[in-house]
């Protein structure tokens, strides 16, 4: 249960962070609208009426005048909008080549030692314990 809580207040947030919130107060108001002009007219009538410009209600008006105040911010200037789009480019990455230590630095076993199904003894000394 804590999950579906948490997840449904993940979506409430992203849906007033994204506006969405103007957009199921639209849909109200063009259900209202339409339920009220379907009352007296053709449901094709009643529709296009609905959302044409010309009849919208005050609630649609006062929706858009939101939604225009909301985009433009504090200072009354419309912010800008990021593109639809976004381009991710990187540069290819680089080659290195690694060359192998050389042997003589005893870095490395020997290739003999290698090649041989006898142990090697360790390079270093295992740490002794300070118990």
Do not use: Y
Request: proline fraction near 10%.
């Amino acid at each position: 249960m804590p999950r579906r809580f948490a997840l449904a207040v993940t979506l409430f947030a992203w849906l007033l962070a994204t506006g969405g919130h103007w957009d199921v107060a639209q849909t109200f108001a063009w259900g209202r609208m339409f339920a009220t002009n379907s009352q007296t007219m053709s449901l094709a009538d009643a529709a296009k009426k609905t959302f044409s410009v010309e009849g919208r209600c005050d609630l649609c008006k006062k929706i858009a005048r939101a939604k225009t105040h909301q985009d433009c911010g504090d200072e009354g200037v419309p912010r800008i909008k990021p593109p639809e789009k976004v381009l991710l480019a990187s540069l290819p990455p680089a080659a290195v080549f690694l060359a192998p230590a050389p042997l003589h630095l005893g870095l490395l076993p020997s290739i003999a030692a290698l090649a041989s199904a006898e142990p090697v003894a360790p390079l270093l000394t295992p740490p002794r314990s300070l118990a």
